[in-house]
């Protein structure tokens, strides 16, 4: 036998006022629904819950009994509801790459930590970023994209062009801005086989017919900008890389340049929308 928490909470009420008339006023209910209400109740528990005295209405035994269990059923939600309400929130999940922590999000991450906010960092690139965020275990993303995707909601928050770096004592570090034609049979720093900015620069040289050659591949872009500076070839980069005075920046002309957008869903809380307006 099943005693639905609703019909609990009415016969609390009519318990209380002994009275159909304020009971279903109180529940916003019509008398008839809640004299039905209570004559299901009586047929499922198989006793009586009231007897009329006169004009007065009086709880039977079993109707003081189940008004007891009623109200002691209301106060433990009630205090179940309260812990739950007072527990602190779960952190929040923000998902980038390793370049994207070190050059461009370290401000507003040092800002919104010192408000006392919970935060918890992962690493990820593009798609790893993207399914997070998608799939719930990520509450935001920031990373680059060359087109960002409908279903989520990414706002712009920097481009940079891509940049040839090199040694001082290179042939090109006197240029004021390079193309890709003059990295013609040079051996560069690049990424690993397969990472997206490696894949764009292979398709690029290819479509210009250019040779080139891999001098080292590194993860991650210090450890580029350390092969660079101990001269085992130029790299080229996004514009956002920090170097020393050692290395000279040159942009590529002929490159698009590199977008990064913070990625939410459409469902975001107002601690999202906190962390999103403290990033962009």
């Given at each position: 036998m099943a005693l639905v928490a609703?019909?609990?909470?009415?016969?609390?009420?009519?318990?209380?006022?002994?009275?159909?008339?304020?009971?279903?006023?109180?529940?916003h209910v019509s008398q008839?629904?809640?004299?039905?209400r209570i004559r299901k109740l009586e047929q499922r528990l198989g006793a009586s819950l009231y007897v009329k005295q006169g004009r007065l209405l009086r709880l039977t035994e079993v109707g003081e009994r189940l008004a007891a269990f009623a109200n002691d059923t209301r106060d433990r939600a009630a205090e179940f509801l309260a812990t739950v309400?007072?527990?602190?929130?779960?952190?929040?999940?923000?998902v980038a790459g390793s370049g994207t922590y070190l050059y461009l999000l370290g401000d507003?991450?040092?800002?919104?930590?010192?408000?006392?906010?919970?935060?918890?960092?992962?690493?990820?690139?593009a798609a790893t970023t993207l399914t997070a965020v998608r799939d719930g275990s990520?509450?935001?993303?920031?990373?680059?994209?060359?087109?960002?995707?409908?279903?989520?909601?990414?706002?712009?928050?920097?481009?940079?062009?891509q940049t040839l770096i090199a040694r001082s004592d290179h042939r090109l570090a006197g240029r004021r801005s390079v193309r890709l034609k003059d990295l013609q049979?040079?051996?560069?720093?690049?990424?690993?086989?397969?990472?997206?900015?490696?894949?764009?620069?292979?398709?690029?040289?290819?479509?210009?017919?250019?040779?080139w050659s891999v001098a080292v591949e590194a993860e991650g872009w210090e450890l580029l900008v350390h092969f660079v500076r101990l001269g085992i070839g130029p790299a080229v980069v996004n514009g956002s890389v920090r170097t020393t005075g050692a290395v000279r920046k040159i942009?590529?002309?002929?490159?698009?340049?590199?977008?990064?957008?913070?990625?939410?869903?459409?469902?975001?809380?107002?601690?999202?929308?906190?962390?999103?307006?403290m990033l962009l």
């Amino acid at each position: 036998m099943a005693l639905v928490a609703e019909d609990l909470e009415a016969f609390a009420v009519f318990a209380r006022h002994r009275n159909f008339t304020h009971a279903a006023a109180e529940l916003h209910v019509s008398q008839p629904a809640l004299h039905t209400r209570i004559r299901k109740l009586e047929q499922r528990l198989g006793a009586s819950l009231y007897v009329k005295q006169g004009r007065l209405l009086r709880l039977t035994e079993v109707g003081e009994r189940l008004a007891a269990f009623a109200n002691d059923t209301r106060d433990r939600a009630a205090e179940f509801l309260a812990t739950v309400d007072a527990a602190p929130p779960r952190p929040l999940v923000l998902v980038a790459g390793s370049g994207t922590y070190l050059y461009l999000l370290g401000d507003a991450l040092r800002g919104f930590l010192a408000k006392g906010r919970d935060l918890r960092l992962r690493t990820g690139d593009a798609a790893t970023t993207l399914t997070a965020v998608r799939d719930g275990s990520a509450d935001i993303g920031v990373t680059a994209l060359t087109v960002p995707p409908d279903d989520l909601d990414c706002e712009l928050l920097a481009q940079y062009p891509q940049t040839l770096i090199a040694r001082s004592d290179h042939r090109l570090a006197g240029r004021r801005s390079v193309r890709l034609k003059d990295l013609q049979d040079e051996a560069l720093v690049v990424p690993p086989k397969g990472r997206p900015h490696r894949q764009q620069l292979e398709r690029s040289m290819l479509d210009q017919g250019l040779r080139w050659s891999v001098a080292v591949e590194a993860e991650g872009w210090e450890l580029l900008v350390h092969f660079v500076r101990l001269g085992i070839g130029p790299a080229v980069v996004n514009g956002s890389v920090r170097t020393t005075g050692a290395v000279r920046k040159i942009p590529v002309k002929d490159l698009p340049p590199v977008r990064y957008y913070v990625v939410t869903r459409g469902d975001r809380s107002d601690r999202v929308n906190e962390l999103k307006g403290m990033l962009l």
